[in-house]
């Protein structure tokens, strides 16, 4: 072999080892997993930590639509952020912030309240409609609520809550334990559009509830709640056979 049939081999071989040994690209800001606390992006957040139960586009699940206009227009950020940030007692909602035994930040949360405001608020849709305040000014009367759900309400649900092929039953044991007062309250106002279930205008024809109407009828139902829901239990064939 010629001295520079060898030279060139010896070139080529070195060029592949140099190029074989050159270090990566640099990564970009996209190629860099974040930490769960440094996600910034409200669609990231929303889908890890809320469209289990509301719903993947907000339009509800297992719990109400938080993209309902209706309850972004009665529901302020402070009342939005304390639920997100400490959950809600006596429900399923469970506290998401860091104090709280959560796993995001107060920053996360702020992201999460601005971006449902942003993206899902129409306050325009609303004008000229007085709206019921979230919470209730003044108690509500379980007897007035009777007549006011006959009203508003049997039409779908049964004139006793017990339900039809159009509403499920609203006075079911298991319903009632789940559900707080003010979940309750949220749902005869802004009604759930993912179900069927109109909001507090158009629960009769021509005719909006007034205030006192929703605290009525939110006082009636809760009326029909049980201390212990369930109980007394039904004793088994087993049971009753050992005694």
Not at 67 to 91: M, Q
Request: charged content about 20%.
């Amino acid at each position: 072999m010629s001295t520079r049939l060898s030279s060139v081999i010896l070139c080529v071989a070195a060029a592949s080892l140099c190029a074989g040994c050159r270090p990566p690209g640099k990564p970009t800001s996209a190629d860099v997993e974040l930490k769960p606390e440094e996600v910034r992006d409200f669609a990231a957040l929303y889908q890890q930590n809320c469209a289990g139960c509301h719903g993947r586009d907000g339009q509800g699940n297992t719990a109400l639509g938080l993209a309902n206009p209706v309850y972004l227009a009665i529901a302020s950020d402070d009342t939005i952020r304390h639920a997100t940030a400490s959950g809600v007692r006596g429900s399923l909602m469970p506290a998401f912030q860091k104090s709280a035994g959560g796993m995001l930040t107060a920053d996360q949360i702020d992201i999460l309240v601005r971006g449902m405001r942003e993206r899902w608020a129409k306050p325009k849709e609303l004008l000229g409609a007085p709206l019921p305040p979230y919470a209730a000014n003044h108690p509500g009367n379980a007897s007035r609520g009777a007549q006011a759900y006959t009203t508003f309400c049997a039409g779908c649900h049964g004139l006793e809550g017990q339900g039809t092929p159009k509403g499920s039953s609203i006075v079911d044991d298991s319903f009632l334990a789940l559900v707080t007062d003010q979940n309750l309250r949220t749902t005869v106002i802004a009604g759930r559009p993912d179900i069927g279930q109109p909001d507090w205008r158009h629960c009769a024809p021509g005719k909006a509830m007034t205030p006192q109407e929703v605290s009525d009828v939110v006082a009636w139902l809760v009326a029909h709640r049980k201390a212990n829901p369930g109980q007394p239990y039904a004793r088994s064939e087993a049971s009753q056979s050992n005694n």
